[in-house]
């Protein structure tokens, strides 16, 4: 799931966190989820940010981003 998706499945489950018809046990799954789908978009947050910060301005003034090794998703 790309970053993107899990930030709308986030706001999704808010919303339906919010709603008053929400069941004890729906709302304890639905948290759950929001958990995890926050855990790994941090992850990808944190993963972004090495790129960025592993990115090197070359002499010539051309930008270089090192290879990385250990991706995933």
Avoid: T, W, Y
Wanted: a negative charge; charged letters at 35%; aromatic letters at 6%.
């Amino acid at each position: 799931m790309s970053f993107e998706a899990r930030l709308a499945r986030l706001e999704a489950i808010v919303e339906a966190l919010e709603g008053e018809d929400v069941e004890l046990a729906r709302a304890l799954e639905l948290f759950e989820e929001g958990v995890e789908c926050l855990r790994k978009a941090s992850g990808d947050l944190a993963q972004a940010e090495a790129k960025v910060r592993a990115l090197v301005e070359k002499a010539d003034g051309s930008f270089d981003l090192p290879e990385f090794r250990g991706r995933g998703s």
